[in-house]
């Protein structure tokens, strides 16, 4: 079996500023290209895990979020780092239009998208790592399986709760992947 870093998006992989799905926005969190090569340099497999709420609020498609991580995906191959795959949910239970107004099984806090690609890839969740920013991303991981839950501290007041290692930077989450 394979074992996988599991990242959040906005706020670990990229800045936050909210709803980015164009390249100018897009800004590289400190740090993040050092982790994912420490990682993958351990024997990981990188996966991003998101909520996409923005493409079922209409404040960007479908399209414009796969261009975006097409051109992320690359940012990374440029500093030969591939990125396994990127899982998104789309959907919001309360402010998405049409078809994305729903509760489903993909958004965190529910683990259907890291269950997904643990079938995908073979991924022995156990030995997987989850980073990510919100309390979401944590309940979405304990929910999978995975024991080795970071949470990068932020501007979410909702962490309290959450049982995770925390750290104040990326850089710091090297040392807590074995």
Known sequence: ????????????????????YQKENF??????????????????????????????????????????????????????????DVYFCP?????????????????????GLILKAAKKYDIDLKHSVFIGDKGSDMEAAAAAGINNRILLASQYDDNSHVKAQYIEKITQACSLIK
Not at 1 to 18: C, E, P, S, T, Y
């Open 91 to 111: 959907h919001h239970p309360t402010k998405g239009i049409n078809e994305y107004l729903k509760v489903c099984e993909c958004r965190k806090p529910k683990p």
């Open 1 to 20: 079996m394979n074992k996988a870093l599991f990242l959040d998006r906005d706020g670990i992989i990229n800045v936050d500023h909210g709803y980015v």
């Open 27 to 84: 800004e590289f969190t400190d740090g993040i290209f050092e982790l994912c090569i420490e990682a993958s340099n351990k024997g990981y497999k990188l996966i991003v895990i998101t909520n996409q709420s923005g493409i079922g609020r209409g404040k960007y498609t479908v399209d414009q979020f796969k261009e975006l991580t097409h051109w992320m995906t690359d940012q990374f191959k440029a500093k030969n780092i591939d990125i396994d």
